[in-house]
């Protein structure tokens, strides 16, 4: 049956007693496809009823529905002509794995962080109010993203409004992890009612089928539900701010789904539908473990693709054992580090998992805090908790941060407090692609006074800078890439330059008379530049290499001595070039009077960089890569021999 659907007005042809085929047969897609390709499979295997139910009822061509997250859209886009594109899901010129309004104009946004929909909801139905009949606004938000702050401000404008807007609050008790908070129990409270709620859904059919009197019967019952339901829950936070409430009802009887949905879309006002769903629904390890079908790797090989010819020399490729993840490197100095000292936190906004650190709340649950998708109120805790004499470590990716600048200013920043900012995922990030990459947390740190910004090249590195940021006496950042770290480690930790603030370490330096350029690289890039230089050494081109280790403090006796002896200064960073690293060392150049060195600076260019299959095809395709840098080495050793 699901071979005949290729858009939803395939769907609206079917019977409604063809529905729970249909959503058989797209759980059994999503098994087999997202399985073999990755990507995030328990979040859609809980939505198949619900978002089959949607497109049966609306006409998303003209209304509007905006997915929160938008990481539980695959069968979404498979009711709307994109089934046959999910071979390549999340790969390269592939299916995004978010919504995205470039494949299809059923996708309104391009989102991938959590909490918007319901703004970006009213602000559709703000701009169709005009039109007649209105079109329906649809936010599909999950229990874990209601607890975002600004779903409590966009629920708070909405109810105030009387805006039409359906809030459809997609309950199953998880996002990546455990949902967490207040909410999250309230939530809980009643969605422990759903047996009496299941009852109550049987009798409705039930009276639905007496003839005459059914229909009287089962709307006096529905009052004497809503009774029943305030006593259970007292204190409805939803009515109270001025939101009409429906549900909770089971959001894998589709059926039902379609039968509710048509009764919500008759309502005026703000209306939130309660459903309740289970994570990773078919899943045969969904029950036990929900985070674990979260997201999927792949089991099929990726398609190779074609890319900018290598400028290697001919031989063997010599392959390099990797490393421990960055994410569990920091995990496992950290919480070795706690080991010794009792102040040291660990903070994070919803994901223990991602982060790294369940391993560190087992061991020290008194001194984890997951306070949920709310990453304005994180900074600000861990503020607090520096001012009164802990040391926090405030873990979440680089682009979540972005939602707490103003805490990361005025909490952090402007007090001068210790709280360590550790940004995971700092660069590409492969298969998420632009929502996902952590490629602006330099430009907009780098700006506030007082923050010192590092980042490590190894797991050597890493523990050395956590030890440096432990004893620091005011804010520090350091950002580490979605990758592992090197297998083999060229210096020895006792050989190491000492971590001092602003004191880079030379890792390769050029002969005096052969000293043209000099390689700044910053981060886990100096391990693709160390390869480049090795690469340049075979043909006979000296290079001096650097690892900058700081972005803030700068190095700047080092540079100012680069700076008098060097033709070109190249910065190299997996960041955005404007604002990143290399302007920092562009703008200390601009302060020396008597430098001889140009500054080329090789970063991620001025535009968002798309999903690739790896990480490492995203670096290539930015000149970043061995490769990359090798190449533009060349090009300036030939402009200089030309001039």
Same mark, same amino acid.
């Given at each position: ?5 290729? $858009? ?37 295997? *809980? ?13 998303? %061509? ?112 998880? $996002? ?31 009276? !639905? ?41 089971? *959001? ?6 379609? =039968? ?137 990716? %680089? ?59 190894? !797991? ?43 004191? !880079? ?8 008379? =052969?000293? $043209? ?39 700047? =006796? ?31 150049? %601009? ?51 030309? $001039?």
């Amino acid at each position: 049956m699901l071979e005949r659907i290729s $858009s939803p007005a395939d769907l609206k042809r079917l019977p409604l007693e063809s529905l729970p085929q249909v959503c058989a047969e797209v759980r059994e897609f999503l098994l087999q496809s997202v399985q073999r390709t990755g990507g995030h499979l328990g979040s859609n295997l *809980g939505v198949v009823e619900l978002t089959t139910a949607l497109h049966y009822v609306f006409d998303l %061509s003209r209304d509007r529905c905006v997915w929160d997250v938008s990481h539980q859209c695959y069968p979404h886009k498979i009711f709307t002509g994109r089934r046959e594109r999910f071979e390549k899901l999340r790969m390269t010129d592939g299916l995004c794995g978010f919504t995205h309004p470039d494949e299809s104009p059923y996708d309104l946004f391009h989102t991938g962080h959590a909490g918007t929909s319901i703004s970006l909801a009213l602000g559709l139905a703000r701009g169709v109010a005009h039109e007649t009949p209105q079109p329906h606004s649809i936010a599909v938000i999950g229990d874990a993203s209601l607890g975002a702050g600004v779903s409590f401000e966009a629920l708070n404008y909405a109810g105030a409004s009387g805006q039409r807007v359906l809030v459809i609050l997609n309950d199953n008790e998880w $996002s990546i992890s455990k949902s967490v908070g207040s909410m999250a129990r309230y939530l809980s409270r009643i969605r422990s009612a759903k047996v009496v709620q299941r009852a109550n859904q049987e009798i409705h059919k039930l009276l !639905a089928a007496i003839p005459v009197i059914g229909e009287k019967v089962d709307r006096t019952l529905e009052d004497m539900a809503e009774v029943m339901r305030h006593a259970m829950v007292p204190g409805h936070v939803f009515e109270e701010l001025g939101v009409t409430y429906v549900g909770p009802i089971d *959001g894998h009887d589709v059926k039902y789904l379609v =039968e509710n949905l048509q009764r919500v879309r008759e309502l005026e006002g703000t209306v939130l539908l309660h459903v309740l769903t289970e994570k990773g629904k078919g899943h045969p390890s969904a029950p036990t473990h929900p985070e674990r079908v979260h997201g999927v790797k792949g089991t099929g090989p990726a398609p190779k693709t074609a890319g900018a010819e290598s400028s290697k020399l001919p031989g063997p490729t010599e392959v390099r054992p990797a490393g421990p993840a960055y994410t569990k490197a920091f995990a496992d100095a950290l919480t070795k580090l706690a080991d010794r000292d009792v102040r040291v936190h660990a903070l994070t906004a919803g994901m223990p998992s991602g982060t790294g650190l369940e391993g560190f709340a087992e061991r020290f649950p008194a001194r984890f805090h997951d306070t949920g998708i709310t990453e304005q109120h994180n900074v600000a805790m861990a503020a607090g908790m520096a001012k009164a004499g802990l040391r926090p470590f405030v873990a979440i990716y %680089s682009t979540f941060l972005q939602r707490a600048y103003d805490q990361v200013f005025q909490e952090v920043a402007l007090q001068n407090l210790p709280v360590t900012l550790c940004l995971d995922r700092g660069g590409l990030v492969g298969q998420d692609g632009p929502t996902h990459n952590g490629v602006f947390d330099l430009a907009y740190l780098r700006t506030l006074p007082n923050f010192t910004i590092l980042a490590p090249r190894d !797991a050597t590195d890493m523990r050395r800078m956590l030890e440096f940021a432990l004893n620091a006496p005011g804010p520090v950042a350091i950002r580490y890439p979605r990758d592992n770290c090197p297998g083999v480690e060229r210096i020895h930790a006792n050989e190491r330059t000492a971590m001092l603030p602003g004191k !880079a370490e030379v890792l390769v330096e050029a002969p005096a008379g =052969e000293r $043209s350029v000099a390689i700044w690289a910053y981060g886990a890039l100096v391990n693709q530049a160390l390869e480049a230089v090795e690469r340049l050494a075979r043909r006979g081109i000296s290079v001096t290499l650097v690892d900058a280790r700081f972005a803030k403090p700068l190095d700047e =006796e080092l540079l100012s001595q680069h700076a008098l002896a060097y033709r070109y200064i190249v910065t190299v960073e997996e960041h955005q070039r404007a604002g990143g690293f290399g302007s920092a060392v562009l703008e200390s150049l %601009s302060r020396l009077p008597n430098a001889r060195a140009q500054g080329r600076l090789l970063g991620i260019p001025d535009r968002y960089i798309e999903h690739c299959t790896t990480r490492e095809e995203q670096l290539g395709a930015c000149g970043l890569d061995a490769d990359g840098i090798e190449r533009a080495v060349l090009n300036l050793a030939a402009a200089t021999r030309v $001039s």
